[in-house]
């Protein structure tokens, strides 16, 4: 127990349960924002939540006691060396006598390193591959580690090189004695070329033992890049990494510790970190916080909360003696690097988590420059694999979120942002007919500017008296991301900015006009800018014609943007249609031949579907059926996204229950989680329709978890 006075009594945790057999070393999807995810992974010892902290626990040095970790502070796991014990001969043999969780008295999930840092540290260790692997299975481990092959960012590239295939040498071995239950770390080494990283992430990833592959990838070799605060080169490679690892094993950056590098890593795919930071600083006299490490011998006042800290000052810290202090500040520091770690999930919950990711990337230069070298590569994503992972990056955030959008200099370049904009660009059509049933195209495109949101009641008069005069009128309306049409008014990012009233006052300029018209295919027809301030609106007459027509045009925009129907589909899907609205004048329900096929949704603008609504959208959809083998389409409306499930899943699934990963044969490579799809049987049929939870390439991988979470059943 901790020698701390300022920590009382701790409640008794539950002990953890042991996971299913057949769900031994399986990790599932909870929650995402893009890459960010919130995962479970299944182990003997129960469940490990990610992203999370693996605390680093010296066997011999314990500053804050295992048993108080789980707890006090909730750590589900944490990272001891099976070689620092191997070696001692009281530790080895009480570890093999009595196993590793009594020896350090924690109940959940012990992780273990091998020895290889100590090789970088002193140059070679005295144990074996398959020596080390059969003592951590001997002494019970959940998770161990081979010994692999340090690669120095120093190194040159054929030493790295050797490096990487020696390691791949030692992974089959190791995969061969770890056995039926001890799940393994499979590192990745290369330095930091770029080409080594993805070589080492294929030959690591295809590896298969007597019973499974690697359960977690750890990207190793990046310690001496943190000491020297070389984060884009340490960015670079996870990303090179990223491209080539599957997505249903975990990321482990490690070594990597510091609560400052944690949102911008998770925003990229990382699911754990470990680190004895904790504890090392404390003896140092060094405070972790957010944004970074202050010296205690600096302070007066304490600039953040904490536990820890509460009730105390800077002096009579300093005035400890070292053991007294040293806890102390080891308990700061660990609860500081766990609510970080709560905030960053939170901030995947709420779809945020790239807004944290900025906002940390202010606190200081080196990590400013690496997240302005990512901004560079999402505005303009390299040919190759890092520029594919870039894309898969964008492709796979939910282009649409609830709740405000905060205003800022990087905002353009948020992930979710850029996929919104480049499905505008791609998929939005001008009318193919006007209201007043003439074809053609426009005879003219009007820009407002000055226009606050919601653009229904600031604008919607206007638009309609514009309308009225000449028919064949394109309306956009100018945002501080760009220019929309007006039929998009209420979707989410453009409508729910926050920042300065001022920011809707901008104007436009002759050299801006073009290049955003010429992105939504309009730069050859001429324009008008409209200010608010310098415009009246007259008395117009009611015009239900041109009002029927603007609803009928934003649920086609709609579904071409969202949901990938080709304008000509979607005028087919809402022939007749008919639509209830709320006392705003809202859109609620839509009807098409009186039958209720879809909802606009209130809060973010986007659209839910209805079982009839999904048959029509099905029905309209006449591509292959999705298989697992099929390359993404080039076609710039797919359809309606489907996914292909067994037919043993069929009578569960058809009366509402999600579609679980493991039971899915395809699905079309354009579906987006967070938004609609269909799910159909082995042979096409409509089985439910709900929402994606996953992208295509992780419903291939993955076995466990929810990959669509059904709205309403077919049967």
């Not at 799940?183 to 930091?192: A, M, R, S, V, Y």
């Not at 939504?520 to 001429?526: D, E, F, Q, T």
């Not at 899907?573 to 329900?589: A, C, I, L, Q």
Request: aromatic share 8%; proline share 7%.
């Amino acid at each position: 127990m901790s020698k701390n006075p300022h920590h009382g009594n701790m409640a008794t945790r539950t002990e953890p349960e042991k996971c299913r057999d057949q769900d031994l070393g399986l990790f599932e999807i909870i929650s995402r924002d893009s890459y960010a995810r919130i995962g479970r992974l299944h182990t003997a010892h129960g469940l490990m939540t990610t992203p999370m902290l693996l605390p680093v626990v010296n066997p011999n040095i314990r500053t804050i006691e295992p048993r108080e970790m789980w707890e006090k502070y909730g750590i589900e796991a944490l990272i001891t060396n099976s070689y620092v014990i191997w070696k001692h001969d009281d530790l080895r043999t009480e570890a093999k006598k009595n196993g590793i969780h009594q020896l350090i008295d924690f109940p959940g999930i012990i992780v273990t390193d091998s020895g290889t840092f100590q090789s970088y540290i002193y140059g070679d260790v005295e144990v074996g591959v398959e020596e080390i692997i059969q003592f951590q299975k001997d002494i019970g481990v959940d998770i161990g580690t081979i010994l692999d092959v340090f690669g120095r960012p120093d190194m040159p590239f054929d030493e790295l090189d050797k490096s990487v295939i020696e390691t791949s040498s030692r992974a089959k071995k190791s995969l061969e004695v770890s056995g039926e239950k001890l799940l393994l770390n499979g590192p990745i080494q290369g330095g930091t070329y770029q080409e080594l990283r993805i070589k080492s992430a294929q030959l690591m990833s295809e590896l298969q033992g007597p019973f499974r592959g690697f359960t977690i990838h750890p990207i190793g070799g990046i310690v001496p890049l943190m000491e020297q605060q070389r984060y884009k080169e340490l960015f670079s490679i996870l990303i090179a990494s990223k491209s080539s690892l599957p997505p249903d094993r975990p990321i482990h950056l490690f070594g990597c510790g510091h609560p400052l590098l944690f949102p911008l890593s998770i925003a990229l795919g990382v699911d754990i970190f470990d680190s004895a930071a904790y504890a090392i600083f404390a003896r140092d006299d060094r405070i972790l916080t957010p944004t970074g490490t202050l010296k205690l011998d600096d302070l007066k006042e304490w600039p953040f909360s904490s536990n820890a800290l509460f009730g105390t000052t800077p002096a009579q810290v300093r005035s400890m003696n070292k053991e007294e202090k040293t806890i102390l500040l080891s308990h700061h520091n660990l609860e500081v690097t766990q609510a970080e770690l709560a905030r960053c999930r939170e901030a995947i919950r709420m779809g945020t988590i790239w807004q944290l990711a900025e906002q940390r990337s202010h606190s200081s230069p080196q990590l400013r420059e690496a997240f302005e070298w990512i901004l560079d590569q999402l505005d303009n994503p390299e040919e190759g694999p890092i520029g594919d992972t870039i894309l898969e990056l964008m492709g796979s955030s939910n282009p649409i979120r609830s709740g405000g959008e905060q205003i800022s200099e990087d905002i353009e370049f948020r992930p979710h942002i850029l996929h919104i904009q480049a499905l505008l660009a791609t998929r939005w059509r001008f009318p193919g007919s006007w209201w007043n049933g003439k074809s053609g195209p426009p005879e003219r495109v009007i820009i407002l500017e000055g226009f606050q949101p919601p653009w229904r009641n600031s604008a919607k008069e206007k638009i309609i008296q514009l309308l009225d005069e000449i028919p064949e009128t394109v309306i956009l309306i100018l945002t501080p991301l760009g220019l929309i049409p007006y039929t998009i008014e209420d979707l989410s990012p453009w409508c729910h900015l926050n920042g300065p009233n001022d920011m809707w006052n901008d104007s436009l300029f002759d050299y801006e006009v073009e290049e955003l018209l010429s992105e939504l295919g309009l730069s050859s027809y001429s324009y008008t800018i409209i200010n608010k301030n310098d415009e009246d609106i007259s008395e117009v007459k009611t015009s239900p014609e041109i009002r029927k027509w603007l609803d009928r045009c934003s649920i086609v925009d709609k579904l071409s943007i969202l949901c990938g129907l080709h304008p000509l589909e979607g005028c087919k899907f809402t022939e007749n249609m008919t639509s209830r609205k709320s006392s705003t004048d809202r859109m609620v329900n839509i009807f098409s031949d009186e039958k209720h096929v879809l909802s606009p949704r209130l809060t973010d603008g986007g659209i839910s579907l209805t079982i009839d609504g999904a048959k029509k959208l099905l029905d309209l959809n006449q591509n292959p059926l999705p298989d697992f083998n099929q390359l993404p389409s080039d076609e710039i409306f797919p359809g309606i996204p489907r996914v292909r499930i067994v037919d043993d899943a069929i009578p569960f699934v058809g009366k509402g229950r999600n579609v679980m990963h493991g039971y899915i044969l395809g699905a079309d490579p354009h579906l987006i989680p967070g938004q609609q799809c269909i799910v159909i049987s082995s042979s096409g049929e409509l089985i439910a329709h709900g929402i994606a939870i996953t992208t295509s390439l992780e419903m291939r991988y993955m076995k466990k978890g929810i990959a669509v979470k059904v709205k309403n059943g077919n049967l």
